[in-house]
């Protein structure tokens, strides 16, 4: 191939491309229904009934559909705080889908004794009406929570602790995961967890929360569920390296 023959095939490659493009972003703002929109079909909502979604985007009840683009409804569910990303395409017959990606949420934060989400990005989210609440484990006595607003990221060091504990449940035993109901930090103090079903409060301490969940996951299989040592305990204490202790609270000062 000759060098011109080269720079033809290039040129005619660019336009194709360009033409490509401008096609592509034509069609994704042309008017969603060439006549009119009857009905928009929502998927992947977990946190929200599909109505409280489309009335947040101002699409429920009678709302009419035919003068927006798929870009604008797209633009519209992605404003809400719980949507990660929202599909949308037209699916003919008058109908668009839409699919939402949410974002995953962590954990519950109290902040001022009021829940919120937070997700696994740090972000604090509202507890909107009618959310469908999830088995969550409640952080709470935050270093920062007369600080936290909705919409605001939190990544201080006791909330990436709280953190790290919950996914160590999740790795260490899928029962610890789903029974830890609390993680108290205690405003930077040690950290105090609580278990659904489980008596005696865990006093956790701080750091090196995989090792802490590996010890506790044995005595959780060995002892707790076996012979039911817990229910005569007052605490379980991991604070110590390579040792866990269970007696009477009064002995080692520990108190809410």
Same mark, same amino acid.
């Given at each position: 191939?000759?060098?011109?023959?080269?720079?033809?095939?290039?040129?005619?490659?660019?336009?194709?491309?360009?033409?490509?493009?401008?096609?592509?972003?034509?069609?994704?703002?042309?008017?969603?229904?060439?006549?009119?929109?009857?009905?928009?079909?929502?998927?992947?909502?977990?946190?929200?009934?599909? %109505?409280?979604?489309?009335?947040?985007?101002?699409?429920?009840? %009678?709302?009419?559909?035919? %003068?927006?683009?798929?870009? @604008?409804?797209?633009?519209?569910?992605?404003?809400?705080?719980?949507?990660?990303?929202?599909?949308? @395409?037209? *699916?003919?017959?008058?109908?668009?889908?839409?699919?939402?990606?949410?974002?995953?949420?962590?954990?519950?934060?109290?902040? *001022? !004794?009021? =829940?919120?989400?937070?997700?696994?990005?740090?972000?604090?989210?509202?507890?909107? =009406?009618?959310?469908?609440?999830?088995?969550?484990?409640?952080?709470?006595?935050?270093?920062?929570?007369?600080?936290?607003?909705?919409?605001?990221?939190?990544?201080?060091?006791?909330?990436?602790?709280?953190?790290?504990?919950?996914?160590?449940?999740?790795?260490? %035993?899928?029962?610890?995961?789903?029974?830890?109901?609390?993680?108290?930090?205690?405003?930077?103090?040690?950290?105090?967890?609580?278990?659904?079903?489980?008596?005696?409060?865990?006093?956790? !301490?701080?750091?090196?929360?995989?090792?802490?969940?590996?010890?506790?996951?044995?005595?959780?299989?060995?002892?707790?569920?076996?012979?039911?040592?817990?229910?005569?305990?007052?605490?379980?204490?991991?604070?110590?390296?390579? @040792?866990?202790?269970?007696?009477?609270?009064?002995?080692?000062?520990?108190? @809410?």
């Amino acid at each position: 191939m000759t060098e011109k023959s080269s720079k033809i095939l290039g040129t005619f490659i660019f336009v194709v491309l360009i033409s490509s493009l401008i096609y592509l972003v034509h069609f994704s703002n042309k008017k969603t229904d060439k006549g009119e929109v009857k009905m928009i079909e929502i998927s992947g909502n977990n946190l929200l009934p599909i %109505n409280e979604y489309m009335a947040f985007t101002k699409l429920g009840g %009678n709302s009419k559909f035919d %003068n927006l683009t798929l870009l @604008e409804i797209k633009e519209r569910f992605e404003k809400h705080p719980y949507v990660l990303n929202a599909d949308v @395409e037209f *699916a003919g017959s008058n109908m668009v889908k839409v699919h939402l990606t949410e974002k995953y949420i962590e954990a519950i934060l109290l902040s *001022a !004794g009021e =829940p919120n989400f937070i997700t696994d990005n740090f972000q604090v989210l509202p507890l909107m =009406p009618n959310t469908k609440f999830m088995d969550l484990p409640v952080i709470s006595n935050s270093s920062s929570e007369e600080e936290i607003k909705p919409l605001a990221y939190i990544k201080t060091t006791d909330v990436i602790e709280a953190f790290k504990i919950i996914e160590s449940a999740k790795l260490a %035993n899928e029962n610890i995961s789903k029974r830890l109901s609390e993680i108290n930090l205690r405003k930077g103090g040690d950290i105090i967890l609580t278990f659904s079903g489980i008596k005696p409060p865990v006093i956790f !301490g701080k750091g090196e929360a995989p090792m802490k969940m590996v010890y506790l996951d044995i005595m959780w299989s060995k002892i707790i569920e076996q012979n039911n040592l817990a229910d005569n305990s007052e605490y379980i204490d991991l604070r110590f390296s390579d @040792e866990i202790f269970i007696g009477a609270s009064e002995k080692i000062g520990y108190t @809410e």
